[in-house]
């Protein structure tokens, strides 16, 4: 069975499911969706597709989030990041556009492991907090999401340290990847990336993520910061594991 010329078969189903989990972790997180959806697409469908999957998926569903969080955000932190971001993100999307399929995934899972472990593990960025470094961690997200759907990572890292509480990192990262996105999106087109098919399979998969972030909204308010921490860091790191290419044998 296919629709709109994609097969619903076994990958299908494995990346919708990602998907719905991703929505429910990013709507009470504000962050996790590409740490997430990124190896799982990059194992179904391939990293150039996984990216252009995210940037659908992330596009309308997130406008009710956004316009919640844009009071909220810290603007002194997020412009400079955004910068840095649109400095570099060309860069990644060139090296997705011609690098090695598998050592886009194992450079995914790798990245997505190292931030989980020190996010998990407590570490706080305790550096100056000026605006070489809010360019350089801009930077630093935008190659990481051109080159491997993970922007995250950087801007978690530095954010997290913040101690404004969840409400103010939530808002900075949901407004920061909605700008991001747009950027993401010029390149992808420039780069030829930014196929048809994909952005139907995209298409096919908002409304499961719709429905994860509107649970996951809901949830936000019944947590606490240490406890969205580490649920959502279980499941990233779960996602990065079982999509290891090493695994690939033992999938069939």
């Known amino acids: 069975m296919t629709v709109f010329g994609i097969p619903l078969d076994a990958a299908f189903i494995t990346l919708l499911a990602a998907i719905a989990v991703a929505g429910v972790v990013r709507g009470f997180s504000g962050f996790g969706s590409g740490m997430i959806v990124g190896p799982v697409g990059a194992m179904t469908f391939g ?6 999957v995210l940037l659908v998926i992330d596009t309308l569903p997130m406008v009710p989030l956004i316009v919640s969080s844009a009071r909220k955000v810290s603007m002194r932190e997020l412009l400079p990041v955004v910068a840095g971001y649109g400095l570099l993100v060309p860069i ?10 598998t050592m886009l995934r194992w450079s995914m899972s790798t990245v997505i492991l190292i931030a989980a472990v020190l996010l998990w593990s407590g570490w706080c ?17 935008g190659f990481l999401g051109g080159a491997c759907a993970v922007a995250g990572p950087p801007v978690i890292l530095y954010w997290m340290a913040l101690s404004t509480g969840a409400g103010l990192v939530r ?12 950027l993401s999106g010029t390149g992808l087109l420039v780069a030829g990336i930014l196929t048809k098919q994909s952005i139907l399979l995209g298409a096919l998969c908002t409304p499961a993520y719709l429905a994860g972030l509107l649970v996951g909204a809901r949830l936000f308010g019944f947590a606490s910061d240490k406890a969205y921490r580490r649920v959502a860091l279980t499941i990233v790191i779960a996602a990065a594991i079982l999509t290891l290419p090493a695994l690939d044998a033992l999938r069939g």
Not at 92 to 101: C, H, Q
Request: no cysteine.
């Open 171 to 182: 808002a900075n990262l949901l407004i920061y990847f909605a700008i991001t996105q747009l």
């Open 92 to 101: 990644g999307i060139w090296i997705l556009k011609t690098g090695d399929t």
């Open 47 to 52: 990293p150039q597709v996984a990216i252009v």
């Open 125 to 141: 960025y305790r550096g100056p907090r000026n605006v070489a470094v809010r360019l350089g961690v801009g930077g630093m997200s």
